[in-house]
C-alpha cells in the first residue's frame, strides 16, 4: 500500500528525517534547561553554603574582612545535599564526620575547627585574661563576638554605633541573629 505515491522505504526516510530535525531542536532546549538548572544548581548551593557559614562564624568572632576566606574554604569541603549543606573529604565523595564520629560535620563544627585552623580569619578573644583593646577604648574586637542584634545580647545603642562606623558588619550581624 502506497501513501501518496510514497514507498514504504522513503516514508520510513521521511518520518527519520522530520525526527532527527525534532530531536535537534529537543535536545537543544534540554541543554538549555539542563544549563540553566546547573547554573542556578551553583548559585543557590554557593549562597546557601556562604550565609549558613557567615551566620556561624559570626557567632564565632568572624573578622568582616575575612568573609570572603571563609567562604571560599567552605565551598571546597560543604556540598548541598537535598538542600542542606554537607560536609565532604577532599576526595567530593566521602562524608566528613563531626566531633561524634557518627554525624556528618555540622557547619558549626567546621567553623569551631577553622577558629584553630586559622585563627587569623578571627577576632582575638578580649575576655578573660587576654590580651584585650590597646586603644583601651571599649568593644571594637567584640563587635563580633556579641551580636546586639541578637536577643540575649540585645543593645540598642551597640546597634546603633555598629550601624554608624560599620553599616555592612551591622546588616550581616542583623540577618545571623
Known amino acids: 500500500m502506497q501513501a501518496q ?8 526516510k521521511l518520518v527519520t528525517e522530520r525526527l532527527k530535525g525534532l530531536k535537534a531542536d529537543w535536545d537543544k532546549q534540554f541543554a538549555a534547561v539542563t544549563g540553566e538548572r546547573d547554573s ?13 557559614i557567615i551566620t ?6 568572624l573578622r568582616p574582612t575575612a568573609i570572603p576566606d571563609i567562604t571560599s574554604r ?11 549543606p554537607q560536609a565532604f573529604e577532599a576526595d567530593g565523595k566521602t562524608v566528613r564526620y563531626g566531633r561524634d564520629g557518627i554525624t556528618p560535620m555540622t557547619l558549626e563544627e567546621w567553623v569551631d575547627s577553622q ?15 587576654a590580651a584585650g583593646n590597646p586603644a583601651g ?25 555598629l550601624q554608624k562606623s560599620d553599616p555592612g558588619l551591622a546588616a550581616r550581624l542583623k540577618a545571623a541573629a
Open 115 to 129: 577558629v584553630s585552623d586559622a585563627p587569623h580569619l578571627f577576632e582575638s578573644n578580649a575576655g578573660g585574661g
Open 137 to 161: 577604648g571599649g568593644t571594637g574586637s567584640q563587635r563580633s563576638v556579641k551580636n546586639p542584634f541578637r536577643k540575649d545580647t540585645w543593645n540598642l545603642t551597640e546597634q546603633m554605633k
Open 5 to 12: 505515491g510514497h514507498k514504504p522505504e522513503e516514508i520510513d
Open 40 to 52: 542556578l544548581t551553583t548559585r543557590l548551593t554557593a549562597i546557601q553554603i556562604d550565609q549558613g
Open 56 to 61: 556561624a562564624a559570626t557567632k564565632r568572632g
Open 74 to 84: 567552605a565551598r571546597l569541603v560543604f556540598k548541598l545535599v537535598n538542600g542542606v
